[in-house]
Nanobody, 118 residues
Framework: QVTLVESGGGSVQAGGSLKVSCKAP???????????KAWYRQAPGKQRELVAA???????RYADFVKGRFTISRDNSRKTVSLQMNGLKPEDTAVYYC?????????WGQGTQVTVSS
């Protein structure tokens, strides 16, 4: 298990922007690079779903429902993965979790609330 510390999130009106970030303070940079990184979200009463992911080769992929609005990025030197969320919609309201995966093992952040009002 990797310790992950999330920050950001909050409340915004529809059409607004938020950014969530996740840091792995106890990993060394070279190890952080090896992880696949992703953001998931879970809305009340729903299953956790993949929002965006970025591979070790920096290939990003997105769920259809966020394409063109969200951007995942990573800063290996800061051991941080972030999710910039633009054009937020009320249906984006959820707890957002960062995820690091290596050799089939998952580590999760504590979750951060994102609330979008109409």
């Amino acid at each position: 298990q990797v310790t992950l510390v999330e920050s950001g999130g909050g409340s915004v009106q529809a059409g607004g922007s938020l950014k969530v970030s996740c840091k792995a303070p106890r990993l060394i940079t070279s190890t952080f690079r090896m992880y696949e990184k992703a953001w998931y979200r879970q809305a009340p009463g729903k299953q956790r779903e993949l929002v965006a992911a970025i591979s070790r080769d920096d290939e990003a992929r997105y769920a259809d429902f966020v394409k063109g609005r969200f951007t995942i990025s990573r800063d290996n030197s800061r051991k941080t993965v972030s999710l910039q969320m633009n054009g937020l919609k009320p249906e984006d309201t959820a707890v957002y979790y960062c995820n690091l995966r290596n050799q089939g093992l998952d580590s999760w952040g504590q979750g951060t609330q994102v609330t979008v009002s109409s």
